[in-house]
């Protein structure tokens, strides 16, 4: 139900502790960090590629179209390698084990109990993405990047990784990762996929699909999708092109209330 996201808000803003941690995870077992690939990406002692699910840091290469790495690239990766390189670190794993690039995936645990996403949402050096890690950790992660964006840490003092308006998304933005923010302007459905529309022309206009495998958990959280018209949200994801500029949202916590549409006056 909608009343989910405005709790999730409330804590956020309130900066309650937090009880959910990775051990609550299955363990994928433990192993060495001999190498630090990016801020996000690590080589383990029998040569594995491990990625932190849950978030994504400035990427070092991006796509063929988009040759260069993101600003900061670098710096996230030597805060990565100051944190892990050289130490053990526990995995706990939610959902898939690996990536369709075969890299293990999973939460990271230090040696001494650092929870690394943690770490580097904190220090500003990555954003939350969609994982399936968000089901059970989705608080925790979203309250740290929210207090590292307030306290413009890290890549949140850089413009390249502000929070986007939905009605400034064009053709640049294309292949992209944003996290975005607007007023839902409708609601539809149509062949079994949900649309949340940020403007009257979906040839145009920012929004974000919601595609027939993810209805039932969306439904779960959020409750009745169309309680979401005329409210601010905040949505995070990679920007494709269907019609206009379109977030697909497989994973429900990837959509955030921000802002409940204004009543009627008194």
Known sequence: MLLVAVLLVVTLAAGEALAGTPQQLPSGGTALVKAVMSG????????????????????IVQSRARPHAWPLASDAKAALERLVLGRTVTLYVAGARQDRHDHLLGQLVRDDGLW???????????RVTAAPDLRELGVEMYALEQAARDARRGI???????????????????DSFQVVEGRVASVTLGKGQLYLNFGPNWHTDFSVRVPRRSLKPFRQLHGDPRQFQGQRVRVRGWVFR?????????????????????????
């Open 40 to 59: 996000d990406t690590v080589i383990l002692g029998d040569g594995r590629v491990l990625r932190l699910s849950g978030i994504q840091a400035p990427r």
């Open 116 to 126: 690394l996403q943690g770490e580097m949402l904190s220090l500003g050096w990555a």
């Open 156 to 174: 949140w003092d850089n413009r390249f990784y502000a929070i986007r308006e939905s009605g400034s998304l064009g053709g640049h933005d294309l």
């Open 242 to 266: 269907h019609g206009g500029p379109e977030i697909e949202v497989t994973i429900p916590e990837q959509l955030e209330l921000v802002e409940a549409a204004p009543g009627p006056s008194p």
